[in-house]
Structure formats: structure tokens, C-alpha cells
């Protein structure tokens, strides 16, 4: 099955970031245990899947890993 993309996403919420890095998110895809999915456009134009880790999840790996604060 060959879908486009856009064609199965959600509005950008009000809590949602607008751009991350060079990307402008322009939709939801999904959200699920890890992190939300959004459909992001590099400079270009290319459209992009842009997953943002759950805050929680994200900090928990760097304090595991002891990349944190020494």
C-alpha cells in the first residue's frame, strides 16, 4: 500500500514545536510509547518523518550513559 505523506496526519497542536533543526514540522503522524512522530519539510522542500523523543525516556538514557552533569 502506497500512501502520501500527509495523507494520514493530524493538526499540530498548541503544545507542539513548529520547527525542530531544519525542519518545519507540519503535522502529526503519531504518537506511541517513546515519542511523537511529526511530519517535518527540510529547506528543500523534502518531506520528512521527525520523531521527538519523550522528555522522560531522553533523560533517563543521558543519566545512564553518564554523558550528563559529572
Not at 502506497?2 to 503519531?30: K, Q, V, W
Amino acid at each position: 500500500m502506497t500512501t502520501h505523506a500527509g495523507e494520514n496526519s493530524d493538526a499540530l497542536r498548541p503544545e507542539d514545536p513548529r520547527e525542530l533543526g531544519p525542519y518545519r514540522l507540519l503535522s502529526r503522524l503519531g504518537r506511541g510509547g517513546m515519542g511523537t512522530v511529526f511530519l517535518g519539510q527540510d529547506p528543500g522542500g523534502r518531506r520528512v518523518a521527525v520523531k521527538v523523543i519523550n522528555r522522560e525516556l531522553a533523560g533517563s538514557r543521558r543519566s545512564a550513559t553518564g554523558s550528563g552533569a559529572r
